[in-house]
């Protein structure tokens, strides 16, 4: 029940904002030029952002497994 009441506030949460910031934004990178609104341009930019994340951690991650993997593994002590 918890994660509900969660989910509807940050829903409520981003409606708000939406609506709030729904003024077009002119955008220009290199030769592009567009319009948009202000919360799609910023949603946008969280999305690129999460991916590129988590490319960077898988990228990471499968880098260090294959580390693992490479490395021969150490003979165990003689013990007595």
């Known amino acids: 029940m918890i994660t509900v009441i969660l989910v509807v506030i940050v829903i409520a949460g981003v409606a708000a904002f939406s609506v709030q910031n729904a003024t077009p934004v002119a955008i220009s990178f290199l030769v592009w030029r567009f319009d948009a ?25 499968i880098r260090r497994t294959v580390k693992k993997k490479s490395k021969p593994e150490a003979e165990p002590p003689l013990g007595n």
Do not use: E, K, P, Y
């Open 37 to 61: 609104s202000l919360a799609v341009i910023v949603l946008l930019s969280f999305l690129t952002g999460m991916i590129v994340g988590m490319a960077v951690l898988s990228w990471t991650r």
